[in-house]
C-alpha cells in the first residue's frame, strides 16, 4: 500500500462550455418554453432515424407553441461529408434561426454545422481545422440520444471525406450548443449492442483525457467523474437497458467526457481506432472498446500514478504499488467488455490482420491524437497494439 | 481496510456555467483583444481599491484598443447594498455595453449587479431570491483575485443589507459572466492571512457541495477536484505566496468551488458563519475555517461515506472505515486550519460566547442553506458547534 502522489497540471488553458445545461428524465418536454424564451420563430430539427417517434412528439408540441419546424432525419453513424450537404439542401429556404440536433454524436455533429455552415455547406472543406470556424449564426440545442460521443459538450464535429476516406475535424468555440438537454429517457431505447459501445468511447473520452500529456487540472475532475459514473454503470445500462438510474448516471458520464474533449481531448486509442472504421466498418466506440487494454497497458509506464487513479475512479482497491493498482484498472476494464458482450459484437466483422502495417501507417498520421499520447506510437507499437487488440485475426 | 460505496445522484438539475474560461499567467493581457471581438465600445470596470496598480495596467490596455473605459474602485469586503447604490451613481451615464469585475468576491458580487440592475439600482431589494432578475444588459467579464469566493463561477451576489444587517443573495443565471478570466499572478500579492481566508471558503464550499442532501453526480467531480486542489495548495499559498503553482492551483480550484454554488450551494457552515460576520466582524472565510471541523464532525454521521471520499481527495489514506477515514480527512483539515495560523487571526476579533444562543436563533433562519445540510441542525447543535468552534471564548 503505497500513497499516490497527485499532480496539478495548471498550464494556460482556453475553455469554451455548454452555458446552459437541462437534465433530467423527460425534460424533453421543457423544450418549448426554451424556444419561446429565446423567441425561436423557426426551428430546423436534425434528428437520427431511429427516434421519428420521440422527435414527432417534440416537434409537435413546438408546433403547438406556436413555432414553425422543419425535420430532416439522418442515419445515425459516420456522416460523409456529402450527407451534411445532403441535409442541408432538405432543409431549403430560409435558414432557420435554431437548429436542434437530436441522436447520437454523428448526428449532433452534423446538427452542429448545420447550425454554423448551413447557410453555405459547399465549404465545409474550407473549415476543416482548428479555429477557422469565426461564427455561428442559428442557436443551437443538442440532444443526446446516447451516452457516447459527448458531442453535445465538445467544440468538434467529424465527418468522414468521401475523397480520401479519412475523419476529418471541424474544431471551433461556435460548434458549442447554447444549450444541452439531456433526457435520458431517450437512452432507454438504445439496444445493448450500442448502449455498450457508445458507453466505451465516453468511457475513453475519459480516461485519455486523464491519462493525456496535456492533462489539465481544470479537466481532471470532470474525467475522474465521468469514469466513476461510467465504469460504475455501464454493464448495468447495457444488459439491462430500462434500469433508468444506471441510463441517468451514462448519460451525464458522457455529457463529462465530451466537456474533457475540447481543453484537452483524445489521444491514441481514438487514433488507432479511426483506421479500423475505414477499413473494416468497425463502429467507433467497439473499436475504441477493443484497443483500449493494450494501448493503456503500453502507455502505463509513462503514468504509472494517473493510470492508478483512473483505476481508483472506476472502483478499485489501492494495490501495492501505482503499477499494481493500474494494472488491476485494465483488468476491470476488460472485465467490463466481457461483461457487456463487446468481443461477441466484434464477429460480426471480418478482420484482416494482414492489413494492420497499412492500419499503423494511416493511424500515425493523425498527430493532432498522437501528440496527446503519454508515450510516443511508433510503426512498431502501433502494429503491436493492432496484433495485441485481435488475437484471433 | 474497507471498500468505499459510490453514489451516483442523478436527480433532474438545470445549471448555467461561464461559457468561456480563459485561465493562466499573464493571461489579463488578452482583456483588450476580447473586448474588440465582442465590439465593446465603452466599458465600466468595478475593481478592488488595492488593486489599483494592476488595474491601471489593463485600463490602459483598453484605452490603448480604441475603447472608453471608466472605473471605480470599491472595499474588497462585504458590500452593503447602499455601496452598491453609490458604484453605480459614481458610474453615472451612459449605461456601460461591458462590465468587467476585477476582485474579491464582494468586489465581483458588486460588479455582477452593475452589469444586471446598474440602470435601476435602487431596485435592488426587489430582486433578492432566486430567480427574480430577468435579464442582463451588459456583458459581464469577472477576473477573480482572490482565490476564495468563487463568485465568477456562481449565480449568486450577496449584499449586506443595511436596513436589517442580514445577508442577503440575488440569484439568477442572468448572473453568471459571460466570460471568466483568471490570471494567478494577480493573487500573488494577496497577503497571507487573506490568502488563507478565502481559500477556506472555497475548500468549504466544494466539501459543503459534496456533502450536501441535494448533491449531484454532475458537481461531484468539480467538488473533490476543487478540494484535491486547495488542501493540496492551501498552505503553500499561504506561507510561500510567491510560489506560482500552488497559487494556480488555488486560483482553479476556487474557481470549481464556484461551479458548485449554482446547482447546489452551500449547508450548515455558511449559515452558522454568517452571523458571525455581522456580531463580530469576522471576516467570512475565517470564519468558515474555524466553523469547518465542528460542523463536519456533525455531519459524518449522516454521510460517513461521502465525508471518507473528500478525505482521500484531501490527500488521506483509506483507513479501516469510512468513520475513520473522514475523522483522518477532519484532522488534516485542523491540520491546515494550523498551517495557515487561522487561530492566530482570531486573536484579533472578541467573540463574546454569551451571544451564541442569538448567533444560533438567527443561523437557523437562513434555511435555504440549512436545508442543504445532510445533518438537520436544531438550536442546540448550532450552539454546540459554535462552543465547539471557539472553546477560548
Redesign the interface.
Known amino acids: 500500500?503505497t500513497?499516490l502522489k497527485?499532480s496539478?497540471p495548471?498550464?494556460?488553458?482556453?475553455?469554451?462550455?455548454?452555458?446552459?445545461?437541462?437534465?433530467?428524465?423527460g425534460?424533453r418536454a421543457t423544450l418549448p418554453e426554451t424556444l419561446k424564451n429565446w423567441g425561436s420563430a423557426n426551428v430546423a430539427v436534425v434528428a437520427a432515424d431511429v427516434l421519428k417517434e420521440s422527435v414527432g412528439e417534440m416537434t409537435r408540441a413546438i408546433r403547438s407553441a406556436g413555432i414553425e419546424v422543419r425535420i430532416v432525419y439522418c442515419q445515425p453513424a459516420e456522416p460523409r461529408m456529402k450527407d451534411f450537404v445532403h441535409v442541408c439542401e432538405e432543409l431549403g429556404e430560409p435558414f432557420p434561426d435554431t437548429v436542434i440536433g437530436i441522436g447520437g454524436g454523428s448526428v449532433l455533429d452534423v446538427a452542429k454545422l448545420v447550425a454554423a455552415l448551413g447557410d453555405r455547406p459547399g465549404q465545409l472543406r474550407a473549415y476543416v481545422g482548428k479555429g477557422l470556424l469565426e461564427s455561428r449564426k442559428a442557436r443551437l440545442v443538442c440532444i443526446p440520444t446516447t451516452s457516447g460521443a459527448g458531442s453535445e459538450g465538445s467544440p468538434n464535429a467529424i465527418m468522414v471525406d468521401e475523397e480520401d476516406h479519412a475523419k476529418k475535424a471541424v474544431i471551433s468555440?461556435h460548434l458549442?450548443p447554447d444549450m444541452v438537454l439531456i433526457d435520458?429517457e431517450l437512452t432507454v431505447s438504445v439496444p445493448p449492442h450500442v448502449t455498450a459501445a457508445t458507453g466505451f468511447d465516453a468511457l475513453c473520452h475519459c480516461i485519455e483525457a486523464y491519462a493525456n500529456k496535456y492533462a489539465h487540472?481544470?479537466v481532471?475532475?470532470?474525467a475522474?467523474?465521468?469514469i466513476?459514473?461510467i465504469a460504475?454503470?455501464i454493464a448495468k445500462a447495457t444488459n439491462e437497458g430500462t434500469d433508468i438510474?444506471a441510463r441517468?448516471?451514462m448519460?451525464?458520464g458522457s455529457?463529462?467526457g465530451g466537456l474533457c474533449l475540447g481543453p484537452v481531448n483524445t489521444a491514441a486509442v481514438h487514433a488507432l481506432s479511426y483506421p479500423l472504421g475505414s477499413a473494416f466498418g468497425l463502429p467507433h466506440g467497439l473499436a475504441n472498446a477493443i484497443l483500449m487494454p493494450a494501448v493503456f497497458r503500453y502507455n502505463l509506464p509513462a503514468m504509472p500514478e494517473r493510470y492508478a487513479r483512473i483505476a481508483l475512479a472506476m472502483?478499485v482497491?489501492?494495490a501495492e504499488s501505482p503499477e499494481a493498482t493500474a494494472e488491476a484498472g485494465i483488468r476491470l476494464l476488460e472485465d467490463l467488455i466481457d461483461q457487456c458482450s463487446l468481443r461477441e459484437g466484434l464477429k460480426r466483422f471480418t478482420i484482416d490482420s494482414s492489413q494492420f502495417p497499412e492500419l499503423a501507417r494511416q493511424a500515425l498520421q493523425i498527430t493532432r491524437l498522437l501528440n496527446n499520447n503519454p508515450r510516443e506510437v511508433d510503426l512498431a507499437a502501433a502494429q503491436s497494439i493492432y496484433r495485441q487488440s485481435f488475437p484471433d485475426s
Open positions: 500500500m500513497h497527485n496539478f495548471t498550464e494556460p488553458v482556453q475553455a469554451q462550455f455548454p452555458p446552459a445545461l437541462i437534465f433530467g428524465t425534460k468555440p458549442i435520458p487540472a481544470l481532471d475532475g470532470f475522474l467523474q465521468g466513476s459514473l460504475g454503470n438510474g441517468r448516471a448519460a451525464l455529457y463529462l472502483g482497491g489501492e
